[in-house]
Antibody, heavy 120, light 107 residues
Framework: EVKLVESGGRLVQPGRSLRLSCVAS????????MHWVRQAPGKGLEWVSG????????AYVESVKGRFTISRDNAKNSLYLQMDSLRVDDTAVYYC?????????????WGQGTLVTVSS | DIQMTQSPSSLSASVGDTVTITCRAS??????LNWYQQKPGKAPNLLMY???ILQSGVPSRFSGSDYGTDFTLTINSLQPEDFATYYC?????????FGQGTKLEIK
């Protein structure tokens, strides 16, 4: 059974940093790109960032470029999101998402999400 | 970036009804269109990919159509568990943008 478990979300002040983690199990993690998707309270879904299986290709949504850094450790079956210079509008539930096989941007498994609240 | 415009933003229907949700891409995405269902407090669930290919385990009352840059999700014979929010998403190129969502409510 595929399982994605996020952690690291909490209340943080604007301008501060936070690191999210996602531990994967139930599939061969190193074979898949991985992604972060977020959802602000009461709002829709927003793709945030993705990293290829070997970290050779990385992409971000424009609003987080230069502030967020995605990374992965295949030996630990883990995905990370380093979030710097946090803003109030980064407040959201952050989901880790796995793409379906041979469908790079179609997310067939999601974690339960971790809530990041940016507020003074 | 490819923008996804979804309509309507909300929809009221009754059990047994048939409803259709529309999603328009701002440019060609070559059928790289996904549909998700999300219930309150839960992560999204992939319903369909490739515009009309049902994800394993998804009931056949869900169907999708591809009209170039316009896509539809149709739910036939609505069941109580279908009342949720639905999102389209393009997976042609990053950023993998989602539509704004359609909240399907019980009339």
């Amino acid at each position: 059974e595929v399982k994605l478990v996020e952690s690291g979300g909490r209340l943080v002040q604007p301008g501060r940093s936070l690191r999210l983690s996602c531990v994967a199990s139930g599939f061969t993690f190193e074979n898949y790109a991985m992604h972060w998707v977020r959802q602000a309270p009461g709002k829709g879904l927003e793709w945030v960032s993705g990293v290829s299986w070997n970290s050779g290709n990385i992409a971000y949504v424009e609003s987080v470029k230069g502030r967020f850094t995605i990374s992965r450790d295949n030996a630990k079956n883990s995905l990370y999101l380093q979030m710097d210079s946090l803003r109030v509008d980064d407040t959201a539930v952050y989901y880790c998402a796995k793409p379906a096989q041979a469908r790079p941007g179609s997310f067939d498994h999601w974690g339960q999400g971790t809530l990041v609240t940016v507020s003074s | 970036d490819i923008q996804m415009t979804q309509s309507p933003s909300s929809l009221s229907a009754s059990v047994g009804d048939t409803v259709t949700i529309t999603c328009r891409a701002s440019q060609s995405i070559s059928s790289n269109l996904n549909w998700y269902q999300q219930k309150p407090g839960k992560a999204p669930n992939l319903l369909m990919y490739g515009a009309f290919i049902l994800q394993s385990g998804v009931p056949s009352r869900f169907s999708g159509s591809d009209y170039g840059t316009d896509f539809t999700l149709t739910i036939n014979s609505l069941q109580p568990e279908d009342f949720a929010t639905y999102y389209c998403q393009q997976s042609y190129s990053t950023p993998y943008n989602f539509g704004q969502g359609t909240k399907l409510e019980i009339k």
